[in-house]
Nanobody
Framework: QVQLVESGGGLVQAGGSLRLSCAAS????????MGWFRQAPGKEREFVAT????????YYTDSVKGRFTISRDNAKNTVYLQMNSLKPEDTAVYYC?????????????????WGQGTQVTVSS
C-alpha cells in the first residue's frame, strides 16, 4: 500500500519561496502521475499541478503558472512543488496525491492516494 508524506510547508512573507516535498513508499511510485492540490479555509480542495509518470509532461492551474514548478525524482520516490513569488491567496493546506493513471489529469476523483497535507501560510 502506497503512503504519501508531505513536508516543507511553513510561514513565509509574500514574495517568498517554499519547496514542498512528497515522499512515497512502495515500489510503484514511478508508474503513476502525481499531483498537488490545496484547500484553503472554507473552500473546496482545488487542483494545483500535475506531472506524468516520467516527469516530462506537466500542467498547472492558471493562478500558479509561471510561479510554481512541479518535478519528480523517481529514484527517490519523491515529488516536489517549488513555489516562488508566493501570494497571500496561496495560503492553504497542500496535499500531494497519486493518480490512478500514468498521464496527467486534473480530475480529483482520479487520484486514489492522498497525503496528510502540509500547511502553507503566506503573510502580506
Amino acid at each position: 500500500q502506497v503512503q504519501l508524506v508531505e513536508s516543507g510547508g511553513g510561514l513565509v512573507q509574500a514574495g517568498g519561496s517554499l519547496r514542498l516535498s512528497c515522499a512515497a513508499s512502495g515500489r510503484t511510485f514511478s508508474t503513476y502521475a502525481m499531483g498537488w492540490f490545496r484547500q484553503a479555509p472554507g473552500k473546496e480542495r482545488e487542483f494545483v499541478a500535475t506531472i506524468n509518470w516520467s516527469g516530462d509532461n506537466t500542467y498547472y492551474t492558471d493562478s500558479v503558472k509561471g510561479r510554481f514548478t512541479i518535478s519528480r525524482d523517481n529514484a527517490k520516490n519523491t515529488v516536489y512543488l517549488q513555489m516562488n513569488s508566493l501570494k497571500p491567496e496561496d495560503t492553504a493546506v497542500y496535499y500531494c496525491a497519486r493518480s490512478q493513471a500514468t498521464v496527467i489529469t486534473v480530475t480529483t476523483s482520479l487520484y486514489g492516494t492522498w497525503g496528510q497535507g502540509t500547511q502553507v501560510t503566506v503573510s502580506s
